[in-house]
């Protein structure tokens, strides 16, 4: 059975430090999802979550989405997720894409995709780890990479998130890939 999760982030908890804390038996794990798409209205993406707890799809929204950049750097239009997890074993096997051409002919315009990814990583209680930035293209040929998001999403982390210690985030990258989509019938 796949959990379609949308509700915004659950704010972090925190250790006395300010540095993020799971709750007990937990672990954090830190996803950016994000996308370019000429449909800034209704476009919207999502990677499926495979592990101990079932299959989970987290979203990343066109008109309400946003992860901050430092400075003057214009903002990623996504979502960086923060996951809560059993400890044990999570596969992430694609990420979906929806959005609109823009063309008048409703048939032709409406696109759904589906992006293999095929990413697998390992979480332990009390860990918080930063998985990378899923992104995908969705203009003319689809695609999905994983690309290192650190520095603006550890921004996002203490300015939206108001985490002031970021230091206990372990860098767990998923794998570099560049696959093109396949059309979902």
């Known amino acids: 059975?796949?959990?379609l999760?949308?509700?915004?982030?659950?704010?972090p908890m925190m250790s006395g430090s300010g540095q993020m804390t799971p709750p007990d038996g937990k672990a954090y794990a830190i996803v950016a999802l994000t996308f370019d798409s000429w449909d800034k209205d209704t476009a919207n993406v999502s990677f499926v979550l495979q592990?101990?707890?079932?299959?989970h799809e987290y979203f990343a929204q066109a008109m309400t989405d946003f992860i901050r950049d430092a400075g003057d750097i214009p903002d990623a239009i996504g979502k960086l997720h923060l996951l809560t997890l059993t400890p044990g074993h999570y596969v992430l096997p694609s990420v979906w894409a929806r959005w609109h051409d823009g063309s008048d002919t409703i048939i032709f315009s409406n696109h759904v995709v589906?992006?293999?990814l095929n990413q697998q990583f390992d979480v332990r209680a009390g860990q918080v780890v930063y998985l990378g930035d899923i992104h995908a293209k969705l203009n003319y040929q689809p695609s999905v990479a994983i690309v290192d998001s650190?520095?603006?999403?550890?921004?996002?982390i203490k300015v939206i998130?108001?985490?002031p210690d970021t230091s206990n985030i372990q860098?767990?990258?998923l794998q570099p890939l560049q696959v093109p989509a396949t059309a979902a019938h």
Not at 51 to 55: E, S, V
Request: proline content about 10%.
């Open 114 to 116: 589906n992006i293999p």
């Open 150 to 156: 650190t520095a603006r999403d550890m921004n996002h």
């Open 1 to 3: 059975m796949l959990a």
């Open 161 to 163: 998130w108001k985490v």
């Open 5 to 11: 999760v949308t509700a915004c982030g659950t704010a």
């Open 51 to 55: 592990g101990p707890d079932g299959t």
């Open 171 to 173: 860098r767990l990258p």
